[in-house]
């Protein structure tokens, strides 16, 4: 597979083109705040069980009011696991503000690089309403001609829904496009779309086009 067999590239969000940054300590800081202390493994573990509570409930938040009341749920589930008697809707704001995320290591040069060859960009991912947000605050925004959420799609990946529906907003057929993806649902979700799949790292996926 070479570049002259391709018109676009969509790539998955996170653990493909984003990471996250350690958001253990800053959660355990705004804790305090509120005068509830725990131990770094304990808010390890129930960011962990907030993490597991979201990732199925994504595509739930389609609109601001429906991305508010996940939000106040998910932290719901993070406190109850350390038993902290604060009310979630006290802590929505100090939990958003901990989950910082970062571009993967290489990948913002093989945006450019994508770019560079004229072909059309997407970024799919399984992620609530708030993703151009979340890229236009790192820059990246630009980089794609679309964003498709699960939250827009209305489901998450492996139904190709998503991939479909940026195949549609991007004018290529399946055949000509390589979706880039770090778990076997995004492979599992190229083949439902017909598209070709190659797997994280987004630079060695690139490169491997060379």
Sequence with gaps: MRFADLGAVTVDGYGTLLELEDPVTPLAEALETHGIRRSLPEVAEAFAKEAAYYRPRSHLARDPASLEQLRHECVAV???????????????????????????????????????????????????C???ERLETLG??????????SAEAGVPNPDPAPLRLAMAQLAVTPGRALHVGDEPSDEQGAGAAGMRFAPAPLSAAVEALL
Excluded at 78 to 91: K, Q, T, Y
Excluded at 101 to 107: E, L, Q, S, T, Y
Excluded at 140 to 149: E, K, P
């Design 78 to 128: 993070f406190l109850d696991a350390l038993h902290a008697a604060l009310d979630p809707g006290d802590f929505v704001d100090a939990f958003m503000g901990a989950i910082v995320f970062r571009p993967a290591d290489g990948a913002v040069e093989a945006l450019g690089v994508l770019r560079a060859r004229e072909l059309k960009l997407a970024i799919v991912s399984n992620w609530d």
């Design 130 to 132: 708030s993703l151009p």
């Design 140 to 149: 990246l925004l630009g980089y794609f001609d679309a964003v498709v959420t």
